[in-house]
């Protein structure tokens, strides 16, 4: 798996790419965010790990820039804790957010669920939820005694997003555009029934729900 690193503190960075090689990832670093479109613009890479504070650009910008040419999915690692910022890097096309300071655990972990979702490919194979096999491509939903498993038109739509993005962060505006085109106006209760009514048939305990999580103020996570 290819990662660019784009990080301006050069000891975090140095650190980044040591464990990252440590553990058979194929590293490029970038100290800023001109270096970084450049790298990416000459080598294929399988995903981003960004820093939005750089010192020519904004990383936001970045994003911008690299969504004008490539899917390439973007960790976005930054000190900014607040929900504001992370759903504006997501909106923008980040696929995950990680905050300084960080577990090195944590940030591999999400390497991984990235490197998952990349192995999905335009037809994507069958993804169990709990004891619910979830075929995107057939369009069914069978559960572990071998019954279908009956979605709402809506509900079916926030899971094809879900599915295809395992264990990333999907923002509610980007699950609201799905289902109604645009997440303008909308009220944001209109999300969390659905998701209410998802977890009640994908959860063994609908209450404390271990696969459908909510990231509060951001959106939701599908932890297959």
């Given at each position: 798996?290819?990662?660019?690193?784009v990080e301006d503190e050069a000891p975090?960075?140095?650190?980044?790419?040591?464990?990252?090689?440590?553990?058979?990832?194929?590293?490029?670093?970038?100290?800023?965010?001109?270096?970084?479109?450049?790298?990416?613009?000459?080598?294929?890479?399988?995903?981003?790990?960004l820093d939005l504070g750089l010192p020519?650009?904004?990383?936001?910008?970045?994003?911008?820039?690299?969504?004008?040419?490539?899917?390439?999915?973007?960790?976005?690692?930054?000190?900014?804790?607040?929900s504001a910022d992370k759903v504006h890097?997501?909106?923008?096309?980040?696929?995950?957010?990680?905050?300084?300071?960080?577990?090195?655990?944590?940030?591999?972990?999400?390497?991984?669920?990235?490197?998952?979702?990349?192995?999905?490919?335009?037809?994507?194979?069958?993804?169990?939820?709990?004891?619910?096999?979830?075929?995107?491509?057939?369009?069914?939903?069978?559960?572990?005694?071998?019954?279908?498993?009956?979605?709402?038109?809506?509900?079916?739509?926030?899971?094809?997003?879900?599915?295809?993005?395992?264990?990333?962060?999907?923002?509610?505006?980007?699950?609201?555009?799905?289902?109604?085109?645009?997440?303008?106006?909308?009220?944001?209760?209109?999300?969390?029934?659905?998701?209410?009514?998802?977890?009640?048939?994908?959860?063994?305990?609908?209450?404390?729900?271990?696969?459908?999580?909510?990231?509060?103020?951001?959106?939701?996570?599908?932890?297959?």
């Amino acid at each position: 798996m290819r990662v660019l690193v784009v990080e301006d503190e050069a000891p975090l960075r140095r650190a980044l790419v040591m464990n990252l090689d440590a553990r058979g990832f194929a590293v490029t670093e970038a100290a800023d965010g001109a270096h970084a479109l450049t790298a990416l613009a000459d080598h294929q890479q399988d995903v981003v790990i960004l820093d939005l504070g750089l010192p020519d650009m904004s990383g936001v910008d970045v994003i911008r820039s690299v969504r004008a040419f490539a899917t390439t999915p973007i960790i976005v690692l930054s000190a900014r804790s607040g929900s504001a910022d992370k759903v504006h890097a997501l909106d923008l096309g980040a696929d995950d957010y990680v905050t300084k300071p960080f577990n090195m655990d944590e940030l591999l972990a999400r390497l991984r669920a990235t490197n998952r979702r990349l192995q999905v490919a335009d037809e994507p194979v069958p993804t169990t939820v709990g004891t619910v096999t979830v075929d995107l491509a057939a369009t069914t939903a069978i559960d572990g005694d071998g019954a279908p498993v009956h979605f709402t038109p809506t509900e079916w739509k926030i899971l094809d997003v879900l599915v295809r993005r395992p264990g990333s962060l999907v923002s509610s505006d980007t699950l609201l555009t799905a289902v109604r085109g645009s997440a303008e106006h909308t009220d944001p209760s209109y999300l969390r029934i659905y998701v209410g009514q998802l977890r009640r048939k994908l959860e063994p305990e609908p209450g404390r729900p271990r696969h459908l999580i909510t990231e509060p103020g951001m959106g939701y996570r599908l932890r297959p």
